[in-house]
């Protein structure tokens, strides 16, 4: 018992205490560089513990920079909530097309105020930066506004808005400085854009290429072509979203191109040229563009470069990212790191859970380690894809055994009368071994909705009998998750592996 009790407090203190060693004072518990949803959790959760907390942030703006940023950070500023408001806005022009054989008569022409949303969506991110203020406040958690980097194991250095320099001590410092967007090097690259002006352009587009295969240019080539601009989606491999199941992939895919997305995939850039009639855009394949915006969606970096890590003697791996221990320690013992500058699993809530155990280990007494098993995700594209647990491909690779294969393929109840061709797809792979049900996808309608629920299910380890004996709720989409009996075909380990 004691032997647990001596390790429990070297994971929290670096070493134990040498006696009749006094306790050195520090200006604060913990320092926490960068006030995005992981270091705003890690913070307001470590002083609830009693620690006193300290914070810094980059002055707020809605595109960032290595001078802005905003309490709040990516997601709530430049990226998930901004994001989403956008898709709901996209969504109302299919929405009106369709409206029509529900006995809606909407005129032939319908105009869309692109500036009112802009307007309205910066109006939110600017309402939920106060919030996030108030909630650190509330917990008393020391905000200061300025750029944060490392000077010593113990020291965190604030250079503040007019320039001048204040170093503070802490027990722990917690770096939470989240990615920024990735701009790949070819001629004319400052022509194009990332996420974050893409978010607040002025003008809305009426051509647009996107360089990209994953979530952001997905998830905004159905932004554009929504609000009814032309889209050309560019992307190196056959199909988009690379590390999903392929199958559910190719719907993406068959999806976007039935909402009128030029698909071209296996295909990169190789030249942006400004032109009278907007940025011309050339692909390796010989073929030319001509766009008004040019949207790199190519990934993101770890926010690392202006931290001073190196000189307290930080590692980090060759994309820049903070390594990290199980439990979010850096090899400096006094320093720790969550969210997306890790580069573990960069989403919003991972990092949140990141936050929570981080407080718990150091302040709470009671070492946690972030469980990445069974996390949804969604790609909100329209319409949105959502996963939970393993593909196919993942599965093949990852049990020793048969997997068994359940899918459906389905017209939406609202697209009878819509007259829409737009089918839904939903899959769950089980263990055939064991029964229990390894993960589950969906594209269509309210996905990500229907995904959290199911992934409880996975978390606590469900079986497909389990599914088979749930009771559906009728007329919805989620009820095909509990009647698909039928199995659509066996794989196992043998089957050889895509290149897609």
């Known amino acids: 018992m004691r032997l647990v009790i001596m390790a429990r407090k ?8 040498k006696p009749g060693q006094e306790e050195q004072h520090y200006d604060f518990d ?10 705003v959790r890690a913070g307001r959760f470590s002083a609830q513990y009693g620690a006193k907390v300290a914070i810094c942030e980059l002055p707020f703006h809605p595109i960032s920079s290595e001078l802005s940023g905003g309490v709040g950070g990516t997601c709530v500023i430049r990226g998930c909530v901004p994001k989403k408001i956008l898709v709901y806005g996209a969504a109302y022009g299919p929405e009106l097309e369709d409206a029509r054989n529900y006995g809606w008569e909407v005129n032939e022409r319908v105009n869309f105020n692109w500036k009112k949303l802009l307007h309205k969506k910066t109006e939110e991110i600017v309402r939920l930066n106060g919030i996030y203020k108030r909630l650190l406040s509330n917990a008393g958690v020391k905000l200061f506004e300025g750029e944060g980097r ?31 967007a990735h701009r790949p090097g070819i001629p004319g690259q400052e022509l194009a854009i990332t996420s974050d002006e893409a978010l607040s352009l002025e003008e809305l587009p009426k051509r647009a290429v996107i360089l990209g295969g994953g979530y952001i240019a997905v998830e905004f080539a159905s932004i554009w072509r929504g609000m009814g601009a032309t889209v050309d989606l560019c992307f190196r491999k056959e199909l988009p979203l690379r590390g999903f199941d392929d199958e559910m992939r190719a719907v993406v895919a068959r999806n ?57 003697g930080v590692e980090l791996d060759k994309m820049q990212a903070v390594k990290v221990d199980e439990y979010s320690r850096t090899n400096v013992p006094s320093i720790w790191a969550i969210g997306d500058v890790t580069n573990r699993m960069n989403l919003t809530p991972v990092a949140l859970m990141e936050g929570t155990c981080f407080a718990k280990t150091v302040f709470g007494r009671k070492p946690t380690k972030p469980d990445y098993s069974h996390i949804p995700c969604a790609v909100f594209c329209i319409p949105p894809l959502s996963v939970v647990g ?5 599965a093949i690779e990852q049990v020793n ?21 737009e089918k ?4 769950l792979l089980v263990e055939a071994e064991t029964d229990k049900v390894l993960g589950a996808s969906m594209c269509g309608p309210d996905a990500p909705e229907i995904m959290q629920g199911i992934a ?3 978390k606590c380890g469900a079986t497909k009998e389990q599914f088979d004996s749930t009771v559906g709720i009728h007329p919805s989409a989620a009820e095909e998750f509990v009647t698909m009996r039928s199995e659509t075909r066996h794989v196992s380990s043998n089957k050889p592996k895509t290149n897609l």
């Open 10 to 17: 070297m994971l929290i203190d670096g070493e134990l205490d």
């Open 30 to 39: 913990l320092f926490v560089i960068g006030a995005g949803s992981g270091g």
């Open 150 to 180: 490392v000077i010593g194991p113990n020291e965190v250095e604030v250079i503040q808005l007019d320039g001048t320099k204040i170093s503070y001590s802490a027990k722990h410092i917690l770096i939470a400085t989240g990615s920024r």
């Open 256 to 312: 976007l191109e039935g909402r009128g997305i030029t698909m071209h995939p296996c295909t990169t850039l190789t030249k942006l040229e400004k032109t009278e009639d907007g940025i011309k855009v050339h692909t390796d394949h010989g073929e030319v563009i001509v766009a008004d915006v040019v949207l790199f969606a190519t990934g993101r970096l770890p926010n690392t470069k202006r931290l001073n890590l190196d000189a307290v």
């Open 390 to 394: 393993l593909g196919e491909e993942q």
């Open 401 to 421: 055994g048969e997997v068994s294969v359940y899918t459906s393929t389905f017209n939406p109840m609202k697209n009878t009368i819509s007259g829409r061709q």
């Open 424 to 427: 839904s797809v939903m899959k």
């Open 456 to 458: 409880i299910a996975l």
